[in-house]
C-alpha cells in the first residue's frame, strides 16, 4: 500500500470535509433539542483534537514511513492506540447522534451524511492505513496486525480498546455515491442555503 497517498486521500475526503461541517452542522442543530445539540457539541470537540492529533503527529510519522523512513517506527505505535481508542469513543457519541436522528429538524440529511462518513473515515483508518502502517514500523505481515492487541499493549488494559467499534457490519459499509465526502458537501449546501 502507498502509505503517502492513503494518507493524503483521507485527509481530502475525510479531514477536510468534516471540519468544514462542523460549524454548519452546529448552526444547522441549533433548534434540536440540548440533548442532540449536546451529543454533538461532544462529538464535534473531539473529532477536532482527533483529526489535528492525527495532522499534527501521526500521519507525518506514517507518510515518513511510506518513504522508507524505518527510524520513525516506533513513532506510530502509541499514536495509532490512541486513535483506535478514540474512534471507540467517537462511535458511541454517533450512536447517540444517529439515535436521536428523528428529533435533527433540518439538518437530518446532512448529520446522517456526517455520521456515515465518519463511520468510513474510522473503518478506513483501523482496517486499512492502521495495519499498514503497523506492518511496515514492525516488519510484520498485514494479517498479523491486531490492533486491539496492540491498544491493550500500548495501555496496559486488559479489556483492549474502551469502546470497540461495532462489527463490520453494523457500519455503513458501501459508500451511497462515489465518494462520501460528495455526498456531505452536497447536504452542507443544502443546510447551507436554506437558512
Not at 153 to 165: E, F, I, K, L, Q
Amino acid at each position: 500500500m502507498d502509505l503517502i497517498a492513503e494518507v493524503d486521500d483521507i485527509l481530502e475526503r475525510h479531514h477536510r470535509p468534516a471540519k468544514a461541517a462542523m460549524p454548519a452542522l452546529t448552526a444547522a442543530l441549533a433548534g434540536a433539542p440540548p440533548e442532540l445539540r449536546r451529543d454533538f457539541a461532544a462529538l464535534a470537540a473531539l473529532l477536532d483534537a482527533h483529526l489535528h492529533k492525527e495532522e499534527v503527529i501521526l500521519f507525518p510519522a506514517i507518510q515518513a514511513l511510506g518513504r522508507g523512513d524505518t527510524d520513525v517506527g516506533h513513532h506510530v505505535l502509541g499514536p495509532i492506540a490512541q486513535m483506535h481508542v478514540e474512534h471507540g469513543q467517537l462511535h458511541e457519541l454517533e450512536a447517540r447522534l444517529r439515535a436521536g436522528l428523528d428529533r435533527a429538524g433540518d439538518a437530518t440529511l446532512a448529520l446522517t451524511a456526517f455520521l456515515d462518513d465518519l463511520a468510513l473515515h474510522a473503518a478506513r483508518e483501523d482496517e486499512t492505513l492502521f495495519p499498514h502502517a503497523l506492518a511496515r514500523a514492525l516488519d510484520r505481515p498485514v494479517a498479523e496486525i491486531d490492533l486491539d492487541e496492540l491498544v491493550a499493549g500500548v495501555t496496559g488494559r486488559a479489556d483492549r480498546a474502551s469502546d470497540p467499534p461495532p462489527p463490520r457490519a453494523a457500519r455503513p459499509t458501501e459508500p451511497r455515491s462515489p465518494r462520501p465526502a460528495g455526498r456531505l458537501r452536497r447536504a452542507l449546501r443544502w443546510i447551507t442555503s436554506s437558512r
